[in-house]
T-cell receptor, first 117, second 111 residues
């Protein structure tokens, strides 16, 4: 149980284009989803917290107009990187937090590697 | 000073050894303590989840929390090459769902 999927697993895009990453909780309902960014050999940096049906809360220093987050349902959140630039190349990981019992922990997706050329 | 400190390693041990991984923290409000394992280019996998102080055991893994010392540990018994990964500690307070992660310790178990 507690499976989180991400799609795509890897994406290469050209500078200036937008990329959408999906995060799904497959076997539980997630009222809260989190989006992280991870650079090589570094820890996870929280970008934003999204709750189903409401606006995302962004961490300090994260541009909300650049990283658009939509938490449309209890099982789906999307992150759109708009007008991507090479410095946005990174490993993006989502996590989902359930509503009861053991699902209070954060369960992570497998990550999406974004390369902007 | 970072809220959570973790030695990045790498830590190399022979197969079968007992591994000790540790994190220290500065925020006494942390109540929830987690250990995640992350293989290269993969998402973190939850290993242990503990609330407040004490020990928790699950198979070859034991998590310890010493709130008086602001120190948490993860022990891996009979380590295997498949345990080679980066181990991340994470913590949160009771009033927020936000996790604060350590930088991760890279572990290599040599066959």
């Amino acid at each position: 149980g507690a499976v989180v999927s991400q799609h795509p697993s890897r994406v290469i895009c050209k500078s200036g284009t937008s990329v959408k990453i999906e995060c799904r909780s497959l076997d539980f309902q997630a009222t809260t989803m989190f989006w992280y960014r991870q650079f090589p050999k570094q820890s996870l940096m929280l970008m934003a917290t999204s709750n189903e049906g409401s606006k995302a809360t962004y961490e300090q220093g994260v541009e909300k107009d650049k990283f658009l987050i939509n938490h449309a349902s209890l099982t789906l959140s999307t992150l759109t990187v708009t007008s991507a630039h090479p410095e946005d190349s990174s490993f993006y990981i989502c996590s989902a937090r359930g509503t009861s019992g053991m699902r209070y922990e954060q369960y992570f997706g497998p990550g999406t590697r974004l390369t902007v050329t | 000073q970072k809220e959570v400190e973790q030695d990045p390693g790498p830590l190399s041990v022979p197969e079968g050894a007992i591994v000790s991984l540790n994190c220290t923290y500065s925020n006494s409000a942390f109540q929830y303590f987690m250990w995640y394992r992350q293989y290269s280019r993969k998402g973190p996998e939850l290993l242990m989840y503990t609330y407040s102080s004490g020990n928790k055991e699950d198979g070859r893994f034991t998590a310890q929390v010493d709130k008086s010392s602001k120190y948490i540990s993860l022990f891996i018994r009979d380590s295997q090459p498949s345990d080679s990964a980066t181990y991340l500690c994470a913590m949160s307070t009771s009033g927020t769902y936000k996790y604060i992660f350590g930088t991760g310790t890279r572990l290599k178990v040599l066959a």
